[in-house]
C-alpha cells in the first residue's frame, strides 16, 4: 500500500473513532415507534430545561426489551404494552415502573370513501378486507381481536382479516387500497395521509392499552433517566401527549 | 560439462515414467513426441512434482534423494525454469516481470538485457508482446535469478520462423558465455543439433536411446 | 437534502466502507482458506460463513446480540475492557460486516480457485518463499475477485437492515443508516423523509453496481 493509501485509512479510522465515542452524560430512550413523533418534541423540551443530552431509539416493543435483556445499556424504556415490559421485570430499577400513557383503538379507513361508521359495519360487503396488526405478536393486533372477541364480531369477520407487521403496515394497506379499512391506535390514523377516523372504540368498551414507563437497572446516568420519566409526567409534557391523541395517566409509581 | 545423474519413478494416474541417465553434457535434449513425458521430467527437476523413488542430481547437487527421503524446496533449488507456455506474471509490466527473481548481478542483468535485446520492452505490458519476445523475457527472468540450472521446455514452439534464428542464437550465447547446464525439451531436430550435444529418446515415459545427439538422431 | 438525510447518507456510506475494511482481512484469509486449503472441518466453516446469507437478517441480529451483549459471552469479556458494542455506531459496523462477509468470501474464493498454481511454482523457481508467493502472484491475480466481492459486501453493508435495527437500534445522530432510516421513517409517518433517503438509496446502489460492472468488464 502506498503512502496516501495508509494515510487516507487512517485518516478514516480516526473519524470513525471518533464517532464511536461512548455515550457520555447522556439519557438513551428506548421507546416504542408510536412514540416517535411526541417523545421527539418532548425530548427537545426537556433537553432545553435540563440541560441533559436525550437519545432516542425507537422500534417494535418486543425487540427494545430484547436488547435489555441482552444487556443493551438503555437508560429509560418505554414499552407499547405491559407484556413486554413484564419480561424485562429483572432490569426494572426497583420503584421506577410507571404507567404513563393509554391509547385507544380506532378504526381506519380511506379518507372520504368509505360507509363504515360502526364497527359491526366492517361486516357489510364493501369491505372485503380489514387489516390488523398481526394478533399473534404484534400488540394492537392482540387488542383488536380481544375488542372483536368482545363484540362477538371476531367469527364473522376472520375471514376477511389481513394479519400486518404493524399497525403502519396495517394503515398502509387501507391508503394503497389493499384493504378497506383497518384496525389500528387513534393515534397512528392521524399521522397517516390518505386516511381517516371512522369509529374511535370509546375507553370504556375497549381494552385497556397502557404504555409503561421504567427506569433500566443498569443505567449509568439514573439521575438523568429519572428527571426524563418525572419530566413525562409534567402538565408541559401533558398536554404534548393528549394533543398526539394519548391519554395521561395520573402518576402511580407500582 | 554437467554430471547429470537421473533416476526417476514416477506415476500419476495412468502414466508412468521411468528415467534413468547418467550423462555429461553442456545441453542435455528430452526428445521425443508429446506425451512421452519430456516436461514432466523437467517438471520433476525443478521439484514442481516430487517422484516417488530414486534422485535427481546434477553435477553433484542433490536436488532429490529417495534414499534419504530428502526433497529440496523448489525455492531452494535455483533452477531456471521457463515452461513452454512461459508463464509471464500476467499482473506485472516486462520489466516487473525480469526483475522478479533477481539476486542482485547487475553485470549479469546488463548482460542480459543486451543479449536478449530487452531495452525496447521494458515498459510493455506482457499481453502485448509476440511469442518470440515472451520467450526472450521469460529466459531473462530466469536467468536473472542467477541459476544453476536452466530448464527449456519448447523454447521455440511460439516463435515464428523467420526469428527462430535469434532465440537460438541467444540460447547457443547463455550457453557458452554463461556457462549454465540446460536441459532443453524439443521435438524439432534441427533445434536440438544446433544446440545439444547430447540427447535423451523418451517415447511413453521410458527412455528409448540415449547418447551424443549426432548418434542419436541421425 | 436535509442535513439529517445527509447526514445518515454520509454516515450509511462511511459504516459501510469500515465494514468493507474490516471485513476485508478475515474475508480474503478465509477465501483462500477455503479455496487452497483442505482441512478437518472446512464444511462446517464454509456453511457458518455462508449462514447470515441465508439465515432472516433480524435472526443474524438476534445472534449478535446474544453474542456481543452484555450478558453474551462475547460481551461479557468486552464490557471487562470497557468496550460496548449494543446501541454504537461499531454495532453497526458489526452488523454490516458479518452480513457483507459471505459475498466478499464466496466472490473472492471463485479468484483463488482460478488455477494459477503454475505461476506460483514458477514464483517459487525464481527464489520467492510463500509470503512472497502469496502477496505478489496469488492475491493479485485473484485482485479483480477480491475487489468484485468487496464491492458485493460493500452493496450489502449499505441496505443492512435486519441485524442493524436490532444490535444498533435506531438512533438518530448515532446508529440510523439508510436501510433503518427509511422504515423508521414509514413507520412514523415521515413519508416525505422517508422517499429523500430512498433517493439516496437508490443513487448509492446506482454507483456501486456500476462500479461493479466496471470491475467485471475489466475482468473479461
Known amino acids: ?254 | 560439462m554437467a554430471l547429470f545423474d537421473l533416476e526417476i519413478d514416477f506415476t500419476q494416474g495412468h502414466f508412468s515414467l521411468a528415467v534413468s541417465v547418467q550423462t555429461q553434457a553442456r545441453v542435455l535434449a528430452l526428445y521425443g513426441p508429446s506425451g512421452s513425458g519430456k516436461t514432466t521430467t523437467l517438471e520433476l527437476i525443478a521439484g514442481i512434482r516430487t517422484p516417488a523413488r530414486g534422485r535427481i542430481v546434477v553435477d553433484g547437487q542433490y536436488y532429490f534423494d529417495g534414499n534419504a527421503a530428502a526433497s529440496m524446496p523448489v525455492r531452494e533449488r535455483r533452477i531456471g525454469y521457463v515452461p513452454q507456455d512461459v508463464l509471464l506474471f500476467p499482473h506485472m509490466d516486462v520489466r516487473r516481470n525480469v526483475e522478479y527473481g533477481w539476486r542482485g548481478d547487475a553485470t549479469r542483468a546488463a548482460m542480459l538485457a543486451g543479449l536478449l535485446e530487452l531495452e525496447p520492452l521494458m515498459a510493455r505490458q506482457v499481453q502485448s508482446l509476440s511469442g518470440g519476445e515472451r520467450q526472450r523475457v521469460a529466459l531473462a527472468r530466469a536467468l536473472n535469478a542467477s541459476p544453476q540450472l536452466l530448464l527449456l521446455d519448447e523454447p521455440l514452439a511460439a516463435v515464428d520462423l523467420a526469428r527462430r534464428a535469434r532465440i537460438i542464437e541467444a540460447l547457443t550465447r547463455v550457453r557458452d558465455e554463461l556457462a549454465i547446464p540446460i536441459v532443453y525439451v524439443a521435438h524439432a531436430k534441427e533445434e536440438v543439433r544446433a544446440l545439444a550435444d547430447v540427447t535423451i529418446v523418451m517415447d511413453g515415459g521410458r527412455v528409448v536411446a540415449a547418447g551424443p545427439s549426432a548418434s542419436v538422431l541421425p | ?220
Open chain 1, 1 to 254: 500500500m502506498t503512502l496516501r493509501g495508509s494515510l487516507r485509512w487512517l485518516v478514516l479510522c480516526g473519524l470513525w473513532l471518533g464517532l464511536a465515542q461512548p455515550l457520555h452524560a447522556e439519557v438513551l430512550v428506548s421507546a416504542a415507534s408510536s412514540l416517535s413523533e411526541v417523545l421527539t418534541v418532548i425530548a427537545a423540551r426537556f433537553e432545553a430545561a435540563s440541560g441533559e443530552r436525550v437519545q432516542l431509539n425507537f422500534g417494535a416493543s418486543n425487540t427494545l426489551a430484547r436488547q435489555i435483556m441482552a444487556g443493551a445499556r438503555v437508560d429509560v424504556f418505554i414499552s407499547a404494552d405491559q407484556t413486554q415490559m413484564d419480561r424485562i421485570s429483572a432490569d426494572i430499577a426497583p420503584g421506577t415502573r410507571i404507567d404513563l400513557l393509554t391509547n385507544q383503538l380506532a378504526i381506519a379507513v380511506r379518507r372520504g370513501t368509505s360507509d363504515v361508521k360502526t364497527p359491526r359495519d366492517l361486516l357489510l360487503p364493501s369491505v372485503r378486507r380489514l387489516a390488523i396488526g398481526d394478533p399473534a405478536a404484534v400488540p394492537a393486533g392482540v387488542y383488536a381481536r380481544q375488542y372483536l372477541e368482545k363484540l362477538g364480531l371476531w367469527a364473522d369477520l376472520q375471514p376477511k382479516i389481513v394479519p400486518a407487521g404493524s399497525v403502519r403496515l396495517a394503515l398502509a394497506a387501507v391508503e394503497s387500497g389493499a384493504a378497506e379499512a383497518a384496525i389500528v391506535y387513534a393515534t397512528d390514523v392521524a399521522a397517516a395521509a390518505q386516511t381517516s377516523t371512522a369509529f374511535v372504540v370509546p375507553a370504556a368498551d375497549g381494552p385497556r392499552i397502557v404504555y409503561p414507563g421504567t427506569v433500566v437497572k443498569s443505567t449509568r446516568n439514573a439521575a438523568g433517566a429519572r428527571s426524563f420519566l418525572a419530566f413525562l409526567q409534567t402538565a408541559e409534557a401533558r398536554s404534548l401527549f393528549t394533543t398526539a391523541g394519548f391519554g395521561v395517566i395520573a402518576p402511580a409509581t407500582r
Open chain 3, 1 to 220: 437534502m436535509s442535513p439529517e438525510i445527509r447526514e445518515i447518507a454520509l454516515f450509511t456510506s462511511l459504516a459501510a466502507l469500515v465494514a468493507t475494511v474490516v471485513m476485508l482481512i478475515p474475508g480474503v484469509g478465509l477465501a483462500w482458506l477455503l479455496a487452497r486449503r483442505p482441512f478437518p472441518g472446512r464444511s462446517i466453516v464454509e456453511t457458518l460463513v455462508s449462514l447470515p446469507l441465508v439465515m432472516p437478517p433480524v435472526a443474524t441480529g438476534l445472534v449478535l446480540l446474544w453474542l456481543l451483549g452484555r450478558r453474551g459471552p462475547v460481551g461479557r469479556v468486552l464490557e471487562r475492557i470497557g468496550i460496548e458494542i449494543v446501541f454504537t455506531p461499531t454495532a453497526v459496523v458489526i452488523a454490516m460486516a458479518v452480513m457483507g462477509l459471505p459475498l466478499l468470501v464466496r466472490t473472492a474464493r471463485v479468484g483463488f480457485e482460478q488455477n494459477t498454481h503454475r505461476f506460483e511454482a514458477i514464483a517459487e523457481t525464481l527464489g520467492a518463499g510463500p509470503w512472497r508467493v502469496f502477496t505478489s502472484v496469488t492475491l493479485p491475480l485473484a485482485s479483480r475477485h477480491i475487489a468484485a466481492g468487496a464491492l458485493l459486501g460493500f452493496s450489502r453493508a449499505l441496505g443492512e437492515f435486519g441485524a442493524t435495527i436490532v444490535l444498533a437500534g435506531s438512533i438518530p445522530g448515532r446508529t440510523r443508516t439508510i436501510a433503518v432510516g427509511i422504515y423508521s421513517f414509514t413507520e412514523t409517518g415521515r413519508d416525505a423523509d422517508a422517499l429523500a433517503l430512498l433517493g439516496v438509496s437508490v443513487a448509492l446502489a446506482f454507483v456501486a453496481v456500476l462500479a461493479s460492472n466496471r470491475i467485471a468488464g475489466t475482468a473479461s
